[in-house]
């Protein structure tokens, strides 16, 4: 099942065989170094050449459940690969794919390498310049960590407050809010 504020993920496949691994084998890799922070999302969305899906335009085709990941070597991931066998890499795990009728295409021609999301845009997007912030009519999402009372009731008690509650810390990464755990202290 997923909620309106699931988070997607949308990652660009420019190979044939990176998407065979994701469909068949129910993985894909992601570079730590273009995501330092981790992946945080509960699904990833597959933006895919026309080349690599085989169809007239690329575009988002479908979609797959995150389900684990795991940070590994990347000789360990294709140990028959042998460029850069050392940089570390995540391994999503992914289950439930589900394809998209129609495709979110991208007429804009908007390049980029990630993009950050939720399910209910991506359900309702037209194409791919919908899941962003820049879209019309986005609607922020970032919650408060403290209610509008505890703000006004005085800097010491809405401190300890924080204290009682998890720590979060917003992140902006590729124009749109992540939410991580805070550092243990």
């Given at each position: 099942m997923s909620w309106p504020e699931d988070r997607v993920l949308v990652v660009a496949i420019t190979r044939r065989s990176d998407l065979r691994r994701a469909r068949e084998e129910g993985w894909y890799r992601i570079p730590v170094a273009r995501m330092p922070r981790g992946v945080a999302a509960e699904h990833l969305a597959f933006f895919t050449g026309a080349r690599v899906i085989g169809r007239e335009k690329g575009g988002i085709y479908a979609s797959a459940r995150v389900t684990g990941v795991e940070l590994l070597r990347r000789?360990?991931?294709?140990?028959?690969?042998?460029?850069?066998?050392?940089?570390?890499?995540?391994?999503?795990?992914?289950?439930?794919?589900?394809?998209?009728?129609?495709?979110?295409?991208?007429?804009?021609?908007?390049?980029?390498?990630?993009?950050?999301?939720?399910?209910?845009?991506?359900?309702?997007?037209?194409?791919?310049?919908?899941?962003?912030?820049?879209?019309?009519?986005?609607?922020?999402?970032?919650?408060?960590?403290?209610?509008?009372?505890?703000?006004?009731?005085?800097?010491?008690?809405?401190?300890?407050?924080?204290?009682?509650?998890?720590?979060?810390?917003?992140?902006l990464m590729d124009d749109d809010s992540v939410a991580l755990p805070a550092p243990a202290r």
């Amino acid at each position: 099942m997923s909620w309106p504020e699931d988070r997607v993920l949308v990652v660009a496949i420019t190979r044939r065989s990176d998407l065979r691994r994701a469909r068949e084998e129910g993985w894909y890799r992601i570079p730590v170094a273009r995501m330092p922070r981790g992946v945080a999302a509960e699904h990833l969305a597959f933006f895919t050449g026309a080349r690599v899906i085989g169809r007239e335009k690329g575009g988002i085709y479908a979609s797959a459940r995150v389900t684990g990941v795991e940070l590994l070597r990347r000789r360990d991931l294709l140990p028959l690969e042998w460029q850069r066998a050392n940089d570390l890499y995540y391994r999503v795990q992914l289950e439930d794919w589900r394809w998209r009728e129609p495709p979110l295409l991208n007429p804009e021609r908007r390049a980029f390498a990630f993009i950050h999301s939720t399910w209910d845009r991506y359900c309702q997007a037209r194409r791919i310049s919908d899941l962003t912030r820049r879209a019309p009519g986005f609607v922020p999402r970032e919650r408060p960590l403290m209610s509008a009372a505890a703000h006004s009731s005085g800097r010491a008690e809405s401190e300890s407050r924080l204290r009682r509650r998890p720590a979060v810390r917003q992140f902006l990464m590729d124009d749109d809010s992540v939410a991580l755990p805070a550092p243990a202290r």
